[in-house]
């Protein structure tokens, strides 16, 4: 995570979050175009997220959810007028991408593998987001209409030629996901913070819910080979996570639903 120092207008922030605001130092700690995020260095630390309207609502309720099983830092505020603001704790720990967890791949691997099965173990019955499938494959098909097509994030070995080629798998495909286990929905190493290598939480739960569990095991293979560097540690994972579990069938699925963004 990189932060950087930044000055700001508490006043122009909502009255409801000036008090966590006024006195700390501030820093940026965003890492993508479509929110801000805002770590607050007072007390044990807290980060504020801000993104368009009504755009922050599911992962307020998922990081709900996920805090009541322990899984996650509690909402401490969440405001939606012209923007949504959401307030979460600093989780103590760090996330997996520090130097510590990346210079011992195979513990990393494992543990990335080990807490992901747990995850998938959970009962969801009472998820707030009981349709993740549904609205993962409307999106794909959005975005597939709307001409967004990206394989550069990638192994080849998951890559498709075309959109077309992608978008035949999804439609006779992606009906075939099923909606059964709780998901992170982004299983990311950013996302995930270890406390000397026992799991602190997960963060970043904008796109989670009751989905299949392929869509996260990709999302834990890709980042293993983004963050290494190196595909290596593919079978390692699968083994370690539970190979009787895991279709590579739907494992190109996934990919095929994902280079659409």
Same mark, same amino acid.
């Given at each position: 995570m990189t932060l950087t120092p930044i000055t700001a207008d508490i006043g122009a922030y909502p009255a409801e979050l000036q008090p966590f605001l006024r006195g700390a130092k501030l820093y940026d700690s965003s890492c993508s175009s479509d929110a801000r995020v805002i770590f607050i260095d007072k007390g044990?630390?807290? +980060?504020?997220?801000?993104?368009?309207k009504g755009s922050l609502e599911r992962e307020t309720a998922m990081t709900r959810y996920f805090h009541s099983k322990e899984l996650a830092g509690e909402v401490i505020a969440y405001l939606s007028d012209e923007r949504d603001w959401l307030l979460t704790p600093k989780i103590?720990?760090?996330?997996?991408?520090?130097?510590?967890? %990346?210079?011992?791949?195979?513990?990393?691997?494992?543990? %990335?593998?080990?807490? %992901?099965?747990? %995850?998938?173990?959970?009962?969801?019955?009472?998820?707030?987001v009981p349709n993740h499938t549904e609205l993962y494959l409307a999106k794909a098909g959005l975005h597939y209409?709307?001409?967004?097509?990206?394989?550069?994030?990638?192994?080849?070995?998951?890559?498709?030629a075309s959109a077309e080629e992608a978008w035949r798998v999804v439609e006779a495909k992606g009906p075939m996901l099923r909606t059964d286990t709780l998901l992170h929905g982004d299983y990311c190493l950013p996302n995930i913070i270890l406390d000397e290598w026992r799991?602190?939480?997960?963060?970043?739960?904008?796109?989670?819910?009751?989905?299949?569990?392929? $869509?996260? $095991?990709?999302?834990?293979?890709?980042?293993? +080979? +983004?963050?290494?560097?190196?595909?290596?540690y593919r079978e390692r994972f699968?083994?370690?996570?539970?190979?009787?579990?895991?279709?590579?069938?739907?494992?190109? $699925?996934?990919?095929? $639903?994902?280079?659409?963004g």
């Open positions: 044990e630390g807290a +980060f504020l997220k801000s993104a368009p103590r720990g760090a996330d997996c991408t520090v130097a510590k967890y %990346l210079a011992r791949p195979e513990k990393l691997c494992d543990t %990335l593998a080990e807490q %992901l099965a747990a %995850l998938h173990g959970l009962d969801c019955a009472d998820c707030p209409r709307a001409g967004i097509y990206d394989t550069d994030l990638f192994p080849d070995n998951w890559g498709y799991l602190g939480g997960f963060v970043d739960l904008d796109i989670g819910g009751v989905g299949d569990r392929h $869509v996260d $095991v990709f999302w834990a293979i890709w980042t293993l +080979f +983004f963050n290494l560097k190196t595909n290596k699968i083994d370690a996570y539970g190979r009787g579990t895991v279709d590579e069938d739907m494992l190109r $699925v996934v990919a095929a $639903v994902e280079v659409f």
